[in-house]
């Protein structure tokens, strides 16, 4: 039996991976790296090496979530099944501000050892450039048109519509994409630390798990590529099963057998991943409901942009996944037909074979009944000629009757006899095997 859960660990799921109170200006990068088992226990190792720099004690090995305050910045290492994030955050100064109302940003880990950074363990999956600064502080609609790509801009309010979210999804040269939050600050509208928290670690939710549900993508498009030459294969091979002569069965049952372990080889390596990617994507949209946006005029809101966007990959996702299982039973249908068209051929074969061994056993039969004809002539014959002997001893004794008179009286009644002794022995045998 699977021993239970600890409650506590249950109940502190509830509270795990908690939003922090975040005051801007803010500067916000977020590494998101995509991790076997051992790249995750090497990201351990390798907080480890950061914070040992700084003198602090590293986590536990049974922890997930760390956060620690370094000289110059924030951290945030956060351990999921895939993948692992590591956040830096640190407060912007006024010529940071000026620099990015002017297109020129500068990433929140920049006290960050390079060196340290590039080793992250694992693959890169996505990494996020967020500025979170007050709305007066810089000319919003100009630091817009100067850090997003006009083409493919969002632009939408949050939090209760004290805030403008900005972002164009494009990847930059150091491979990340921006996100600009202008954060209101006067009151009706005033944001505050905890709000801006929960919205920074959605914003960053949506990215990851966006990338993460991309995933499976790649994947998909390799399957639809091998379905569509199955599809084809199978239907094919139901053509030639409709025609198809006795002899060609066997190999059309090695290619179908054949088609069948591909297919579920391949299901095998896919159905996990795109479950995984439908998982994700669940989750990317429960965060874009979460930050509860409103369209600002002119411009699509990013749950516009990922719903036109994210949305097609994940239905070719699912689509794939479908399509595996729809062909799985359509493999299984013909086979099945094959295997009728098999057993058909086998009973008629048996019947063929069973009309034959009738046959047969009527012939031995009938080989039988001559050979129990012969074999009373034959015994007849050899019981009269003992009895002649005996009727000529007889006569010497008084016999009254001659010896060809004798035999001739006896023929008949040993003939019967014998056929009477070679039928009861006969079914005596048979009632014997019925038994």
Not at 154 to 160: I, K, L, Q
Request: hydrophobic share 45%.
């Amino acid at each position: 039996m699977t021993p239970l859960p600890s409650r506590a660990d249950l109940h502190g799921e509830v509270h795990a991976r908690p939003p922090e109170a975040l005051q801007a200006p803010l500067a916000i990068v977020h590494y998101v790296m995509w991790a076997d088992g051992a790249a995750r226990q090497g990201s351990r190792v390798h907080l480890g090496e950061l914070l040992a720099s700084a003198g602090i004690e590293p986590p536990s090995d049974d922890v997930n979530f760390f956060r620690a305050r370094l000289p110059g910045f924030d951290l945030r290492w956060e351990l999921h099944t895939e993948f692992v994030s590591w956040t830096f955050l640190r407060e912007m100064s006024a010529d940071e501000i000026l620099a990015l109302g002017q297109g020129e940003p500068q990433a929140a880990d920049l006290t960050v050892p390079p060196a340290w950074r590039r080793a992250l363990p694992g693959h890169a999956l996505t990494q996020v450039d967020v500025w979170a600064v007050p709305r007066h502080a810089i000319d919003g609609a100009a630091a817009v048109g100067r850090l997003f790509d006009a083409g493919s801009v969002t632009g939408s309010t949050v939090v209760s519509g004290s805030s403008d979210l900005h972002t164009d999804m494009r990847l930059q040269a150091d491979g990340s994409i921006r996100v600009l939050v202008l954060v209101g600050e006067t009151a009706p509208g005033k944001v505050s630390p905890r709000r801006l928290g929960r919205l920074v670690q959605r914003l960053l939710d949506i990215e990851t798990y966006r990338m993460a549900a991309l995933m499976g993508l790649p994947a998909a498009r390799e399957t639809v590529a091998w379905l569509a030459s199955a599809e084809s294969d199978l239907a094919q091979l139901a053509e030639q099963v409709r025609d198809a002569a006795a002899a060609d069965e066997p190999l059309l049952l090695d290619r179908l057998t054949r088609l069948a372990a591909g297919l579920e080889s391949r299901y095998a390596a896919t159905h996990t991943r795109f479950s995984a990617s439908a998982a994700y994507f669940s989750l990317v949209e429960q965060r874009l409901a979460d930050i509860a946006e409103t369209r600002i005029e002119g411009m699509q809101s990013l749950h516009d942009f990922m719903q036109r966007r994210l949305l097609p990959a994940m239905h070719t996702c699912a689509s794939a996944d479908r399509r595996q299982a729809a062909l799985s039973q359509r493999i299984e249908r013909v086979s099945g037909l094959l295997r009728t068209r098999v057993e058909v051929g086998q009973q008629q074969s048996s019947r063929e074979l069973l009309g034959a061994m009738n046959r047969r056993q009527g012939l031995q039969l009938q080989l039988q009944s001559t050979v129990e004809g012969l074999s009373v002539a034959a015994i007849t014959y050899y019981v009269v000629g003992l009895i002649g002997y005996l009727v000529k001893g007889a006569q010497k004794l008084g016999w009254p009757l001659g010896t060809e008179i004798t035999t001739a009286i006896s023929v008949p009644l040993v003939a019967l006899g014998v056929w009477w002794m070679i039928k009861k022995v006969h079914h005596r045998i048979i009632g014997e095997h019925d038994t």
